[in-house]
């Protein structure tokens, strides 16, 4: 994400925090004096592997699901980040338990972190991702390079492969890391006294190919990417150049679609893409105020987004929403504070409110706890990209078209646009029958005092079309019986599910013919109503 405000900060902050920790800057790059504490032992080089337009794991495609994760707690000022803005040492393990199981419950198989510091013993971070092998998350390992670096000087080009190069000593055989990416966005900085940005020089493909090789020279099966902004130019350039770099890692923000992206990229380049930074934020710059409804008009995007992503996997390997959890710090000037939620960022003509704000990106919100960590709120992209996810990961490693048995999620409904947001996909190529039921009232029959008395039940589409991803009105409900012919729903109900409704009840159900694609199914309180619902999704045959 082209963010020229905190990357201006982020140089001055990070020369002061260095002197302090034992660290030394020489010409602005970071000199390495201190290794990472207690380096464990390995076994194995890694798991992944590149293939044509492919990533590989153990042999099989992957496909990343992933997500950026840079969990800044509420309040933190700039001056009080972590050496180069790393979050995954034990200092935040609290952070770590609180955000890998969410991560784990949507699908994601990926995390993209922005620093690792050297000096800092990450290897709890990592066991906690891998999990002993059970739904691993894995690791795209990001270490800061300095953009103003002269990549003509063979000193500094020199010091950059000793540092990466102590860092694979480090990582090399731990099977949560998936590759090492050398800094962020490097190519779209033009240093001092230069004509032209990094990304169109040469030199500076060169020297990122020299950091490459010192890392495979480590260890020949990491895969290592250079984080680019969306500059096909810089790619086209650089193609010749960097045999070693494994995968392109674009980052594109381009609104609710990515245009003619893919083609102009597949028309480039023979590697695999990663889109290690694509999203939309959830504030509505416009209204001054979130989306309604949970901030789904970001949802909507990101389904569309990952949509695209899937429709692309002949040149595309995945992507990584931006991002995990809001960042309230991040907006500066007069009137704004890392403890307060603040609007700000740049415009983007591209975007629905022609803006980008800054603090908003998070899949989740966050809200303050005392004395403990930050609580994540999921907004509504988690629903829609939990839905997609996780049907990718049922299929992942079976090459086959899972059969729909009955999916049930609960949830509390509150007031405005607190709205509970839950999904699914349908797979295959032939549409399927399917029963939708928001159910509310019948709860209070199993003592549940909290019940939603009217539920309203609404079902959209996430349908490709011929210029991207649309959503669309499937069908809405709000009581069971008011539908114009209610016996074969009555009918699906006994056959198919633990328990039916009662004649007249307010709780909400629609059954119908689904075709293959995503969904996601809103339910909110009629009038205003408030309580748990309980949504279940029935395949009948």
Not at 163 to 174: I, S, T
Not at 259 to 282: C, H, I, N, Q, R
Request: net charge negative; proline share 6%.
């Amino acid at each position: 994400m082209t963010r020229l405000p905190r990357r201006v900060i982020v140089c001055l902050w990070l020369c002061c925090i260095l002197a302090g920790l034992g660290l030394e800057t020489q010409a602005g790059s970071v000199t390495v004096t201190a290794s990472e504490t207690a380096r464990p032992v390995f076994n194995g080089a890694t798991a992944f592997s590149v293939s044509g337009r492919q990533l590989l794991k153990g042999g099989a495609a992957f496909q990343v699901r992933g997500v950026c994760y840079h969990p800044r707690p509420i309040g933190m000022e700039t001056a009080a980040m972590p050496t180069m803005g790393d979050f995954c040492g034990p200092a935040f393990s609290a952070l770590h338990a609180r955000d890998l199981p969410r991560l784990r419950s949507m699908g994601a198989n990926v995390v993209r972190v922005y620093g690792w510091a050297p000096g800092v013993d990450h290897k709890a971070f990592l066991d906690a991702c891998y999990n002993g092998g059970v739904d691993p998350i894995h690791v795209i390992v990001n270490l800061w390079i300095w953009e103003q670096t002269d990549w003509s000087d063979t000193a500094a080009v020199d010091a950059l492969c000793t540092q990466f190069a102590a860092l694979e000593d480090w990582l090399a055989g731990h099977p949560a890391v998936l590759a090492v990416a050398l800094g962020n966005e490097v190519n779209l900085v033009t240093p001092a006294g230069k004509a032209a940005p990094n990304g169109a020089t040469v030199a500076y493909w060169k020297a990122m190919e020299r950091v490459a090789a010192a890392v495979k020279a480590r260890n020949p099966a990491r895969l290592v990417t250079v984080p680019t902004n969306d500059a096909l130019a810089h790619v086209a350039v650089a193609e010749a150049h960097v045999p070693g770099i494994d995968f392109w890692s674009l980052q594109l923000y381009r609104g609710d679609g990515f245009g003619s992206f893919f083609a102009d990229y597949g028309a480039l380049s023979t590697k695999p893409v990663v889109l290690t930074e694509f999203g939309m934020d959830a504030y509505d710059h416009a209204a001054g105020a979130e989306y309604p409804n949970n901030g789904y008009r970001a949802g909507q995007a990101l389904g569309s987004l990952w949509q695209g992503i899937v429709a692309a996997r002949a040149v595309c390997a995945g992507g990584c929403v931006f991002e995990y959890s809001d960042e309230w710090g991040k907006v500066g000037g007069a009137g704004t504070s890392a403890w307060t939620h603040d609007a700000g960022g740049f415009a983007h003509p591209g975007f629905p409110d022609g803006w980008m704000d800054e603090e908003w990106w998070g899949l989740f919100a966050v809200s303050r706890a005392e004395g403990a960590p930050d609580v994540p709120q999921p907004r509504a992209s988690v629903g829609v990209l939990t839905a997609l996810w996780q049907a990718a990961a049922a299929a992942e490693g079976r090459g086959d078209d899972p059969r729909l048995i009955n999916l049930s999620t609960r949830a509390r409904v509150g007031e405005g646009e607190e709205l509970f947001v839950a999904g699914f996909i349908v797979r295959g190529t032939a549409p399927r029958l399917l029963l939708v039921r928001a159910v509310g009232p019948h709860l209070a029959s199993f003592g549940l005092r909290t019940a939603l008395a009217d539920p309203r039940l609404d079902i959209d589409s996430l349908m490709p079309e011929w210029n991207g991803t649309v959503t669309r009105r499937v069908a809405s409900n709000d009581n069971w019986e008011e539908v114009a012919n209610p016996d074969p729903l009555k009918a699906a109900t006994a056959s198919h599910t633990g328990f039916g409704f009662k004649a007249g009840s307010k709780d909400a159900a629609y059954l119908g013919l689904f075709a293959p694609g995503s969904y996601t199914v809103t339910v909110s309180g009629v009038n205003g109503s408030t309580g748990v619902a309980l949504v279940e999704v029935y395949e009948i045959r």
